[in-house]
């Protein structure tokens, strides 16, 4: 008479027919549980309903707006270099912050395991507090705290909103990139910590040429999912003023000054951050279950 | 002071290991000559991984002795990678990197560690690998080797070091029977070849063709020890006694 906690296991559920979702749900969480992060849920049918909205929403625009006018699609088009430039700005935001973030983060990860305890009780304070605080107050943290310029000497270098924005930006992805690199090292079989102690390497070459190669595997998925959360979450840098897509397409609006357009811009934004985000989506999850059959 | 070849190459006095609150090794003694085979038999939790694990500096003793050719492996100061050059182990669980091919798995530490000739290694890698019986397999990654075979390269792994002492954790527990065979025969011819070796194995026939000597574990203390003759024809202790009741 033994009760047993309820836990979850990969291999089935009890109502496979019943619940067709189920089963798809229980191997998302044991996957989720495993990677220690949130799996992508961008759908090719999410994009469909964008665009669908995206065209709804710009012919409601058109019958609301009266005779004469220039047509919702168009004033798109003619707005279309603004509003990329815009979104290549994000992009190159992400891209920054999140080369930065892993250089930094993987060293902070590394902390994490140190063998002295003050290194790694401070690498883990740091990594727990940038990865609790919410985004957008370390963004503010960063635009207020850091100088507008440095003055190394003679030299004054200037310190520009949109750099102060992707250091604040880089900073929960230093600390995200921190535990999956923790995670993953954790996650490789003390055997082989062994094995390779007893053939007389050193922790770091250990670390570095038979822990860390095993590792990039587990860590390429939830590290590029990191990186589509990123890129969607450099939008923030719009409330502090930096002329990426979501500034440009409030300076669009003010231009063109017609209510009816507002749903349509945004829908397209959207619709742009989606087309970008959902090709790397789709390969996490491909790579995941390349990887899973491997392992 | 200095080390001879006719002291016991391996030397455990009175070794006592805890982890936390449970004593797992009770003050365990035993010497073992330059190319003498020991074999270590006991029941599950006994404390037989613990003992191979201390002699090459993966935990440490609490108190007692142990020294590789006369040096004190327990001494703080004593550098624990030039010991580990001396002693090769090989796991239940082979533990081969699966990122590696095989022949990477047995160059890699010569190679790095002991910084020797890429060129030279390779070809004593081969060789090695021709030894274990795996030649054609120098290519092949962990992941497409069978169990025997992945233990053959674990050896062959070890060996590249030219250790003077192999200690061998229960190779062939996890291995299915046909398969044994294989890395038994290896193990054999090793042994016949004047290497030093340790064996933690619940194979008893191997062990009685094999050893030299027979040390029967339980509960952290070695209860009864002797050539395998008088091991296995008359054993005295009731312990050892049922042990062998139930295995044989
Ligand atoms: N790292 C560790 N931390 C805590 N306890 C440990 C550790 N390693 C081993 N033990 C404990 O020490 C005892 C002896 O373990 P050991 O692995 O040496 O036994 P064994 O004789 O090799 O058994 P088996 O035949 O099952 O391999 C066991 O009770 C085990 O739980
Ligand atoms: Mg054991």
Request: net charge neutral; hydrophobic share 50%; proline share 6%.
């Amino acid at each position: 008479m033994s009760r047993r906690a309820p836990r979850l296991d990969p291999g089935g559920t009890d109502l496979p027919v019943l619940l067709p979702a189920a089963d798809h749900l229980q191997r998302r969480a044991v996957r989720e549980r495993e990677l220690g992060a949130a799996v992508p849920r961008l759908d090719w049918r999410h994009g469909a309903v964008l665009l669908a909205g995206l065209l709804v929403s710009a012919g409601l625009a058109q019958a609301q707006s009266g005779e004469g006018q220039e047509p919702v699609l168009e004033v798109i088009v003619r707005w279309l270099p603004v509003l990329l430039e815009g979104f290549l700005f994000n992009i190159v935001i992400s891209f920054l912050a999140m080369a930065f973030g892993t250089l930094v983060g993987t060293w902070l990860g590394l902390m994490q395991i140190s063998l002295l305890l003050p290194v790694r009780t401070g690498s883990w304070i740091v990594t727990q507090f940038f990865r609790n605080a919410p985004w957008l107050v370390l963004l503010f943290y960063c635009m207020f705290l850091l100088p507008f310029e440095f003055t190394i000497g003679s030299l004054t270098i200037p310190f520009p909103d949109w750099l102060k924005a992707t250091i604040g930006l880089s900073l929960p992805v230093l600390a995200n990139v921190s535990e999956i690199v923790r995670g993953a090292v954790n996650s490789i079989p003390s055997g082989q910590w062994e094995a390779s102690e007893s053939l007389a390497f050193n922790r770091r070459q250990i670390l570095w040429m038979i822990i860390l190669p095993q590792c990039v595997k587990r860590m390429l998925p939830p590290w590029m999912n990191l990186y589509a959360i990123l890129t969607m979450a450099t939008v923030l840098a719009s409330v502090v003023g930096v002329s990426e897509m979501m500034t440009q397409a409030g300076r669009v609006l003010a231009a063109e000054d017609r209510p009816g357009l507002l749903i349509p811009i945004y829908s397209f934004v959207l619709l742009c951050f989606f087309v970008y985000c959902y090709p790397i989506a789709r390969w996490t999850v491909a790579l995941e279950r390349r990887f899973q059959v491997k392992l | 002071m200095a080390w001879t070849p006719d002291q016991p190459i391996v030397s455990c006095k009175e070794v006592h290991k805890a982890f936390g609150a449970v004593e797992v090794l009770k003050g365990v003694s035993l010497d073992v000559a330059k190319g003498e085979t020991i074999c270590v038999i006991g029941p599950s939790g006994s404390g037989k991984s613990t003992l191979l694990r201390c002699i090459n500096a993966l935990v440490p003793i609490n108190s007692g002795s142990i020294t590789v050719e006369g040096q004190e492996v327990h001494d703080p100061k004593l550098d624990k990678l030039a010991l580990r050059r001396k002693v090769g182990m090989v796991f239940q669980q082979y533990n081969l990197f699966p990122h590696k091919s095989a022949l990477q798995n047995v160059m890699m530490a010569p190679v790095t560690v002991l910084k020797q000739d890429k060129a030279e290694v390779e070809q004593r890698a081969y060789r090695l690998l021709k030894k274990v019986r795996l030649e054609g397999k120098e290519q092949a990654y962990p992941g497409e080797l069978s169990g025997g075979q992945q233990q053959r390269v674990a050896i062959a792994r070890a060996l590249a070091m030219n250790p003077d002492v192999m200690l061998f954790d229960e190779v062939t527990a996890a291995l299915d029977p046909e398969t044994v065979k294989e890395v038994l025969l290896t193990i054999r011819e090793l042994a016949e070849e004047g290497m030093t070796c340790l064996l933690v194995t619940h194979e008893m026939g191997f062990a009685r063709e094999i050893a030299d000597m027979i040390y029967f574990t339980d509960r952290g203390v070695i209860v009864e020890s002797g050539p395998p003759k008088d091991f296995f024809a008359s054993a005295k202790d009731p312990r050892t006694k049922e042990f062998l009741s139930q295995i044989l």
